[in-house]
């Protein structure tokens, strides 16, 4: 069971698609190889990354308007979550930028990542709990520990592509992000 601060607001359905994602992070964290700093930081950043994801927006707002949590007044209320949560984290002692900024960026992508946000990124999205391309999503989940930056580069491609068929907006950081991987 995946121990959540809190001040975490989230109901059962998130907190099945959190624990999955740390599975995974866990499974990939074990297949690399990774040293145990590392594999903190990626199990942390995927504990938290939802952790506000059902909070109302009347809650999330006032956490990021601050001007510390890194969104403005008229984002979409679904892009809050995460610098809402980064915000939540920073406030209770975190000071791992790279797992603040996995957190707080894990919805739309950043550049700046290393690879605890490309990792939660991939997570996220590859996460065995979506109902949609199951099969090619697995595929790419067990790519993972053999080609992580290849798989990366295919996720964000995926996602772009996504965004784009379904007539979404792209952020500049997204943007970004496909300009460093591609």
Not at 16 to 35: F, S, T, Y
Not at 100 to 105: E, G, M, N, P, T
Request: overall charge negative; glycine content about 8%; aromatic content about 8%.
């Amino acid at each position: 069971m995946t121990l959540l601060p809190p001040w975490a607001i989230v109901g059962e359905r998130r907190l099945a698609h959190i624990e999955r994602v740390v599975a995974l992070l866990d499974q990939w964290a074990e297949a690399i190889g990774l040293d145990p700093d590392e594999r903190r930081a990626w199990r942390d950043a995927g504990r938290y990354h939802d952790a506000l994801r059902d909070a109302p927006e009347s809650v999330l707002r006032p956490i990021v308007l601050d001007g510390t949590g890194g969104c403005g007044e008229r984002e979409d209320v679904g892009l809050l979550h995460g610098p809402a949560a980064a915000r939540r984290m920073a406030d209770d002692g975190e000071d791992r930028a790279a797992v603040l900024d996995a957190v707080r960026f894990h919805t739309i992508g950043s550049p700046t990542w290393d690879r605890v946000g490309r990792a939660l990124y991939l997570a996220d999205f590859l996460e065995p709990g979506r109902a949609f391309a199951r099969a090619d999503r697995a595929y790419l989940a067990a790519q993972v520990p053999h080609d992580f930056a290849g798989t990366f580069r295919q996720v964000v491609r995926l996602r772009l592509e996504w965004a784009l068929r379904e007539g979404k907006g792209l952020r500049v950081e997204t943007v970004q992000l496909w300009n460093s991987v591609r």
